[in-house]
């Protein structure tokens, strides 16, 4: 059956005349005709029927920026720390989970030399939270990118964020995993940057090459710009800063983004 597509632009207030409508001049028998109107405004397609404007990649980040900012919000912008200790094993361990900051530091400085020297400008506190995250992106990304990523399944992503889920929740599955459990229960950090660098995990499994800059700009916030979103609660903003909450952390978005821009654009010049 052919179908019809119809572009309308026009202003919101005059949408409603666009409710329906009819084929003029053509037998009606077998002809389906619907519309489908946004009437916020803009235009998309839909098959069969008026089309309207879906969001683009940047729309449905800002969203995730929104929620990362008010959860800071509500949280203060200097609270003071609240120490709850994260259960190993079922009993509170503050010398295992020491431990696990300290295996997460080192695994930043064999692999992050001058990163991690960065993170020694940070107070104790956070330099460990700041280790715990890496850790936790670098070996998401080694499920796709290490040694044994042509074993990978997208059974097995899913696994590593229902395991994400649990530490999220104070039930860690090892070490490192307690070490960013603690994290997350001292620190206004929201779990879905942490799926959403997951789902780009799961792109690099069945996506290599990307139609336009809105799908890249979505990858690269899944595989980078996620980062900055997860970091900037821990290293925290100023109190006496007059940037609005969105945006500093929009700007870590950015940078996020646009360090993964520069790692594709390298890439291209060595491949």
Same mark, same amino acid.
């Given at each position: 059956?052919?179908?019809?597509?119809?572009?309308?632009?026009?202003?919101?207030?005059?949408?409603?005349?666009?409710?329906?409508?009819?084929?003029?001049?053509?037998?009606?028998?077998?002809?389906?005709?619907?519309?489908?109107?946004?009437?916020?405004?803009?235009?998309?397609?839909?098959?069969?029927?008026?089309?309207?404007?879906?969001?683009?990649?940047?729309?449905?980040?800002?969203?995730?920026?929104?929620?990362?900012?008010?959860?800071?919000?509500?949280?203060?912008?200097?609270?003071?720390?609240?120490?709850?200790?994260?259960?190993?094993?079922?009993?509170?361990?503050?010398?295992?989970?020491?431990?696990?900051?300290?295996?997460?530091?080192?695994?930043?400085?064999?692999?992050?030399?001058?990163?991690?020297?960065?993170?020694?400008?940070?107070?104790?506190?956070?330099?460990?939270?700041?280790?715990?995250?890496?850790?936790?992106?670098?070996?998401?990304?080694?499920?796709?990118?290490?040694?044994?990523?042509?074993?990978? +399944?997208?059974?097995?992503?899913?696994?590593?964020?229902?395991?994400?889920?649990?530490?999220?929740?104070?039930?860690?599955?090892?070490?490192?995993?307690?070490?960013?459990?603690? +994290?997350?229960?001292?620190?206004?950090?929201?779990?879905?940057?942490?799926?959403?660098?997951?789902?780009?995990?799961?792109?690099?499994?069945?996506?290599?090459?990307?139609?336009?800059?809105?799908?890249?700009?979505?990858?690269?916030?899944?595989?980078?710009? +996620?980062?900055?979103?997860?970091?900037?609660?821990?290293?925290?903003?100023?109190?006496?800063?007059?940037?609005?909450?969105?945006?500093?952390?929009?700007?870590?978005?950015?940078?996020?983004?646009?360090?993964?821009?520069?790692?594709?654009?390298?890439?291209?010049?060595?491949?």
């Amino acid at each position: 059956m052919s179908g019809v597509l119809l572009w309308v632009v026009c202003p919101k207030e005059n949408a409603s005349s666009f409710l329906s409508f009819k084929a003029n001049n053509e037998p009606t028998r077998g002809l389906n005709c619907y519309c489908r109107l946004n009437v916020t405004g803009g235009v998309s397609a839909s098959p069969g029927g008026v089309a309207y404007q879906s969001r683009t990649s940047e729309e449905k980040v800002y969203e995730v920026v929104l929620k990362q900012a008010a959860l800071v919000k509500e949280q203060g912008r200097d609270r003071a720390l609240h120490l709850k200790p994260v259960e190993i094993d079922g009993l509170t361990n503050w010398v295992l989970l020491q431990e696990a900051y300290d295996r997460c530091g080192a695994v930043c400085e064999e692999y992050a030399k001058t990163f991690h020297l960065g993170t020694l400008l940070m107070t104790p506190e956070r330099r460990r939270a700041v280790w715990a995250i890496y850790v936790w992106c670098r070996r998401t990304d080694e499920l796709v990118d290490g040694p044994n990523s042509s074993h990978i +399944t997208p059974k097995a992503l899913d696994r590593w964020e229902k395991r994400l889920a649990d530490l999220f929740e104070g039930r860690p599955y090892d070490l490192y995993d307690a070490a960013l459990s603690d +994290t997350v229960s001292k620190y206004p950090v929201d779990i879905q940057p942490f799926k959403d660098m997951i789902e780009g995990m799961r792109l690099d499994l069945i996506k290599s090459r990307y139609k336009n800059f809105d799908e890249l700009y979505l990858y690269c916030y899944y595989v980078a710009g +996620t980062v900055g979103l997860m970091s900037v609660p821990v290293m925290g903003i100023a109190p006496d800063s007059k940037a609005s909450t969105e945006s500093v952390y929009n700007a870590a978005l950015a940078l996020g983004i646009a360090n993964q821009l520069t790692n594709i654009l390298r890439d291209v010049g060595e491949e």
